[in-house]
Each structure stands twice: as structure tokens, then as C-alpha cells.
T-cell receptor, first 112, second 111 residues
Framework: AQSVTQLDSQVPVFEEAPVELRCNYS??????LFWYVQYPNQGLQLLLK??????LVKGINGFEAEFNKSQTSFHLRKPSVHISDTAEYFC??????????FGTGTSLTVIP | DGGITQSPKYLFRKEGQNVTLSCEQN?????MYWYRQDPGQGLRLIYY???????QKGDIAEGYSVSREKKESFPLTVTSAQKNPTAFYLC??????????FGPGTRLTVL
């Protein structure tokens, strides 16, 4: 089974500063990778996904992520954060569309 | 618009009582999932179903039961055997390489 590690449980960052949320997964076999965002008391919304092709994936709200197969990582980045980006972010991995494994989440707090 | 609905949004249960959480999707997805979310623990898989009339236990199935009689519906019953059921419950569906789509969640509280 896969395991997903989100290295930072909490990330505070000042408004308009860049941010990187880190995600590593355990297996080097062919995987699909996802980042989701969750606002309080809501379900998860898909930010972006990597299935194949270019290792740099662009998503909604100005987020992007880079797939690094050799380091089994899929870090999420945004060059300039806004107050509205304050939320919980989850990384997820799937082996070819079967079970989906989620990390424990990173709480991003944007400071005015 | 296609999506997933979960009801109710908030649910209160007395100790020893069974309760059922509803999950319906109109996305024509084959697979459906139930996750439990507790603070600081991320999402933990309770049950999943890849086709009608078939389902598998996830990592924390004890004290829960499900059915999948229709493609669109995947209800979760929290039984009295679940000793600590207070949590946020999320239903999701997917098919092929489509990323899972999540419902809005049900917050269950034991009184």
C-alpha cells in the first residue's frame, strides 16, 4: 500500500509571499497524484492532478505542482498567496485509479 | 449540475444508537468511497465500492457498515459498535483516471 507524507502540518506565510507545501509518497511504481483544498466544514476540492506527461502541472487559483519521480515528491507551490488561500491542503496518491491514499494535511495560514 | 450530495449536514446520535449517513451521486461514477476525518489525522478510508453489489473494507471499517444496491447511492451506517464515532464523514466518487469528487460532508456528534 502507498503512504503519503506531508512534511509540514502547519505553514504560516505572509500575504503576497511565495509558499511551498511538501508531499512525498512511498512507491516508485506508476502513480497518479493530486492536491486538494478544504475550507472549514466543507468537502475537498481538486486543485490539480498529475496523470502523465509534463511534470509541471498547473491548477486553479494560481497553484502549480511539480512531479519528481526520482525523489517521489509532488510539492505544491504558489508564487504569491492571498488571504483567501487560508485552508487545509491534502496530497493524494493513486496507483492507476484504484485506491486513493491521502496525507494528513497541511494547514496553510496566510497572515495579513 | 452533476455532483455528490450528502445528508444530513449535521447529525447527532445518542450512545447505543445506529445512524445512517446518505451519499448520492449523479456523475455516473463507478467507484464510491467513505472517509472519516479527525483533526490532525487526515482522511482515513472506511469502505469503498468499485461496482454495484460489491464493497471492500478500508483501514477503519470496524463499527461501520455499507450497502451498494444502486450505482448512485452508497449509504454508511454507523453502528453502536463504533465506540468513538464523533467525526466529519466524507463521501467521494471516481471512475477511471478521474480524480475523486467529494461531497460536502456530514458532521456526526455523539451526545
Amino acid at each position: 500500500a502507498q503512504s503519503v507524507t506531508q512534511l509540514d502540518s502547519q505553514v504560516p506565510v505572509f500575504e503576497e509571499a511565495p509558499v511551498e507545501l511538501r508531499c512525498n509518497y512511498s512507491s516508485s511504481v506508476s502513480v497518479y497524484l493530486f492536491w486538494y483544498v478544504q475550507y472549514p466544514n466543507q468537502g475537498l476540492q481538486l486543485l490539480l492532478k498529475y496523470l502523465s506527461g509534463s511534470t509541471l502541472v498547473k491548477g486553479i487559483n494560481g497553484f502549480e505542482a511539480e512531479f519528481n519521480k526520482s525523489q517521489t515528491s509532488f510539492h505544491l507551490r504558489k508564487p504569491s498567496v492571498h488571504i483567501s488561500d487560508t485552508a487545509e491542503y491534502f496530497c493524494a496518491v493513486s496507483e492507476e485509479g484504484n485506491q486513493f491514499y491521502f496525507g494528513t494535511g497541511t494547514s496553510l495560514t496566510v497572515i495579513p | 449540475d452533476g455532483g455528490i450530495t450528502q445528508s444530513p449536514k449535521y447529525l447527532f446520535r445518542k450512545e447505543g444508537q445506529n445512524v445512517t449517513l446518505s451519499c448520492e451521486q449523479n456523475l455516473n461514477h463507478d467507484a464510491m468511497y467513505w472517509y472519516r476525518q479527525d483533526p490532525g489525522q487526515g482522511l482515513r478510508l472506511i469502505y469503498y465500492s468499485q461496482i454495484v453489489n460489491d464493497f471492500q473494507k478500508g483501514d477503519i471499517a470496524e463499527g461501520y457498515s455499507v450497502s451498494r444496491e444502486k450505482k448512485e447511492s452508497f449509504p454508511l451506517t454507523v453502528t453502536s459498535a463504533q465506540k468513538n464515532p464523533t467525526a466529519f464523514y466524507l463521501c467521494a466518487s471516481s471512475t477511471g483516471t478521474v480524480a475523486p469528487v467529494f461531497g460536502p460532508g456530514t458532521r456526526l456528534t455523539v451526545l
